[in-house]
């Protein structure tokens, strides 16, 4: 029979009907009646457990999950017609079936004393009446300050409240609401082996209507938040400490606060936990204490636990007193009464009560300081501890007060750890935790063990993994996480798996590593998250390529194919771009743009209407090239993340007739008083596309030609104009006082005279005669006029002079020079104007 509902076996062993293994012996025990024929594969499991392999078949979303001990589990798509109704709900008898499992188990031996619940009637009703309202109410108070015992009074006024009962849940260990949300569907639904998805189990537990009594709440914020708003039919009742982090100021959540007990109430709960009246000198010590400890219920019944051990010492002596000494009995006559606890061991007297309980009492202390402060249940404790009758140390510590409920276990009362730990109980916490992990891996691997079972052990399991060394960490890990797969107690599997593979990873367990990877990646793809299936399961599938494991490298590669099709289903495609029709793109680029996004448009951007060739004028067709693109009109709504508008900064002149001169070209070009776009609030639609825009193209051309001839020209001009003297062989003295110079006196025109200045479209080649040269402007000074000289009279080959002589004066008529203004030369003619000049002399 099940020792977890509280039935021990004949023997006084676990369950399972095996011997269980001999503590610190580091061998693992061999169930009766299992085959010693080990299986193929020789795998830690395979030696903790000889037997056949429990194989597991689950659904998980839209999967079927087949949980493998052996080689891993296998993932497989649902096949049509295998899908599962939506599951019914529990009726009134199995909800009370399952709120009594969901309860402590039931404790060997005589039932303890019934503590009473002392003044907490106000809170009570309070509570009560909230509930009834449908709201939800977070009741705050320290550790011992007795949450439990108030949540079951209120649990027993609220049974018919709600549709679907009350539900008793523990939020110990839970950071996060999922785990919290599949635990309710599993308790109001009827739904065994399923696990559904996210989507759908906030569909279903959006329609439970249940009291939701929440102990030991350890989340608080958002992820409590979440949770409220993913059941909003259900009215919750959240007991937690005043170090949980607060709900949200959005949540609306009402506050209760539980302080400590009076005097009287104080008092009280000792004489009900000691079974008598309280004398003068212990309501003195009962008042003081009170005032030490702030009143909380837990030191009470402590001390009522103190009281009565000293009962029981002084009973003891005073029935020794009775009898007469023997002859060899050094035992003195006269023995002292025990007197009472001082203060300081009242207010923490874990050491002192554990120093009068029984010796496997004590051990069981040991184990629960080795795992955190976790007690195994009940029936594992004979297999710990060595004594056939140490699972009756549960309730012997329990009405010490040194034990506290959790859900459906025990675990160290608040304080009670750190207090054993200061006098030697953690000493031991090394061997403890490896006896306890190679115990749990034999219990854990045998077949006849179901994994419900495990799920209920599973914080002593995940502590004895945390504190084994790593060869009985995989052992465990190994064993252990197909039954917290199959008990879908996920949260479980998942620090399992982790805890197994790092473990693997220090051992040098690879096939174990191997192993525990494809089951994370496994763990992920039920759940939905891709990128760590994708990593966890290519990871598994390298290590056993590199063993050669053929079966475990097809599982890993199937489960991944799962993994590359869902991403594909989940991928969607991105929408098309689509632009602007080019032709307005083509008109704007005419003039200097500025790029404007465009705001999202009802209709497509309507294209210029197309005119009939017969309808448009002679010249306009002549100019229209014969090239010419059909603007594109688009099919649909323009995005407006895809499309961008360019919108002209300074506007184009158009004209109606083309221009004939070259002055018309610039102006037309470059305008002179460009006029900016005046700002709007929003950017106007592209200009329809020009029908003149292959002829301006051809026009800027021509008339950039245009201009080098003509700038060209102007280079020649100056040249020729220039002084047709040589250079004089030494440098000239030049002076920077601009002066007048006045031209030599022209003799009258006769058949010798030279040659006019040829026109300004004449070569570059023959620009510069031989013997002529142009002297080169002052640098840094653009001379403002140039008089027009003509050339001298003097042969070419006459000696030049040493050096400038000032202007002739004579008698005669001097003739008037003639002055043209010239026009600024640009960048283009001061370089070629130096370039023509000859080097100056030394």
Known sequence: MDRIQGQTGQDG????????????????????????EPRASATPAATAAHGPARVVTLTAGDFTLTVNPVDGSEIEPLRPGTERSRPAKRDAA??????????????????????????????????????AR??????TGPSGSGRSVLLDAVAARCAGLAPDGVVRLSGYGHQQP??????????????????????ELLARVRDIGAVVLLDDLEMGGTALDELLRATPECAYLLAATPDTRSPSDDSHIEEVFLGGLGKTECVDLLEAGLGRPLTDEETAWAGDLRFASEGLPLRFVQAAALLRQRDELNHAVEDDDEEEPGVFDERPRDRAQVPLPTLAEG????????????????????????????????????ALVGDTHADTAVPELLACGLLTPVGTRYRLAAGVARQLEEVGYGDT??????????????????????????????????????????????????????????????????????????????????????????????????????????AELETSIGLRGALADKRGTVAGRRALALVVDREAAELAPSPPLRLEAPAALAAASEAATAVTPVAPAASPVPAAPAVPAANRPAASLARTPSNRVAPVIPVGPVSAEAVTR????????????????????????????????????L????????????????????????????????????ALGSSDDAPPAQSPAVSLTPTAVVPPTVPSASGNDPAPDPPASAPASEAVQPGQSTAAPTPGRTPGRTPSRRPSPTPPNSPPPSSVSPPPTSTGPTPTPTETAEPTPTATQAVTATAASPPAGP
């Open 13 to 36: 062993q676990p369950a399972g009907g095996s011997t269980p293994p001999v503590p610190g012996s580091g061998q693992a025990p061999v169930p009766s009646g299992a085959t010693t």
């Open 94 to 131: 199995a909800r009370t079936a399952r709120d009594t499992a969901a309860r402590p188990p039931a404790l060997p031996g005589p039932a303890g004393p019934v503590r009473p619940l002392l003044a907490r009637e106000e809170e009570q009703e309070r509570l009560v009446r909230l509930l």
């Open 134 to 139: 449908g709201r939800s109410v977070r009741l």
């Open 178 to 199: 999922s785990e919290l949300l599949q635990t309710l569907y599993a308790t109001v639904y009827e739904a065994p082996g399923e696990r559904p998805e996210r989507d």
């Open 347 to 382: 207010a923490a007297p874990a050491e002192l009560l554990a120093s009068r309980v029984s010796e496997s009492a004590r051990a069981a202390l040991r184990i629960a300081c080795a795992l955190g402060g976790e007690l195994p249940h009940h029936a594992h404790l004979p």
């Open 429 to 534: 916490a090394a061997e403890e935790a490896r006896t306890a992990a190679r115990h749990y891996a034999w219990w854990t691997g045998h077949a006849s063990v179901t994994p419900e079972r495990v799920a209920a052990e599973a914080d002593a399991v995940l502590a004895a993994l945390a504190g084994a060394d790593v060869v009985a960490a995989v052992l465990l890990a190994r064993t252990a996480a197909p039954a917290f797969a199959g008990s879908l107690h996920w949260e479980a599997w998942e620090r399992v798996l982790r805890s197994g593979a790092e473990a693997a990873r220090k051992a040098g367990e690879v096939a174990e590593q191997a192993y525990f990877h494809h089951e994370l990646g496994v763990l992920a793809l039920c759940e939905g998250r891709l990128d760590r299936a994708r």
């Open 646 to 681: 360019m919108t002209p900064v300074v506007p184009v002149s158009r004209s109606s007739e083309p221009p004939t001169t070259l002055s018309e070209v610039f102006e037309d070009a470059f305008p002179l008083s460009p006029k900016p776009v005046p700002p709007t609030a």
């Open 683 to 718: 950017p106007k639609p592209a200009p329809a596309p020009a029908k003149d825009a292959g002829r301006r193209r051809l026009v800027l051309l021509a008339g950039a030609g245009a201009l080098t001839v003509v700038a060209l020209g102007t280079v020649v001009a100056l």
